[in-house]
């Protein structure tokens, strides 16, 4: 089947620390990959994505790559700030299908 | 552009207790779907659509009730309350591959 394993949570790091969150997946085909951020109080955004293998998906700081051959999705920030405290979820939707399949999410809070 | 709108975004009900979750989308989208987010388990699918008129179970259909008459809409209808059922709830567009949330219903049975 299709599943997807975060690194577990919760993560507390000081501001401007480098962040890394571990992804890995299980899927039956080829799949597109995803991170999801969940501010206080909000709904899911798309934060970045990436459709092929070796593809490198960024945003406001944040960059993932598609590791077709560790079948894995790392999230990787350089200096995190106080802003970036979320839940990130990683994700996955198998080519032809609309379905997404999440990881559990992790739980990050910065400090300043 | 409102993209995905859910209502209400939040609820209180008492065990047994039915209602309709709302949710519309203004991207003319053929493929439409309910997650439900619990701690620690990440969002799990309750329904989908794939278009008007057709609606398929996900991974926790029990307890939820769906319909799709029109491409805009796809309420989400809890029969009889329970507080297991106490959860946020997402509704979500799709189109090639990417998706939209709307900003979650947040749901208490007591």
């Known amino acids: 089947g299709n599943s997807v394993t975060q690194m577990e949570g919760p993560v507390t790091l000081s501001e401007e620390a480098f962040l890394t969150i571990n992804c890995t997946y299980t899927a039956t085909g080829y799949p597109s990959l995803f991170w999801y951020v969940q501010y206080p109080g909000e709904g899911l955004q798309l934060l970045l994505k990436?459709?092929?293998?070796?593809d490198k998906g960024s945003n406001k700081g944040f960059e993932a790559t598609y590791r077709k051959e560790t079948t894995s999705f790392h999230l990787e920030k350089g200096s995190v700030q106080v802003s970036d405290s979320a839940v990130y979820f990683c994700a996955i939707i198998i080519q032809g299908a609309q379905k997404l399949v999440f990881g559990q999410g992790t739980r990050l809070t910065i400090n300043p | 552009n409102a993209g995905v709108t859910q209502t209400p975004k939040f609820q209180v009900l008492k065990t047994g207790q039915s209602m309709t979750l709302q949710c519309a989308q203004d991207?003319?989208?053929?493929?439409m779907s309910w997650y439900r987010q619990d701690p620690g388990m990440g969002l799990r699918l309750i329904h989908y659509s794939v278009g008007a008129g057709i609606t398929d179970q996900g991974e926790v259909p029990n307890g939820y009730n769906v319909s799709r008459s029109t491409t805009e809409d796809f309420p989400l209808r809890l029969l009889s309350a329970a507080p297991s059922q106490t959860s946020v709830y997402f509704c979500?567009?799709?189109?090639?591959?990417?998706?939209?949330f709307g900003e979650g219903s947040w749901l208490t049975v007591v």
């Open positions: 991207m003319n989208h053929e493929y």
């Open positions: 979500a567009s799709s189109y090639s591959g990417t998706i939209y």
């Open positions: 990436a459709t092929k293998a070796d």
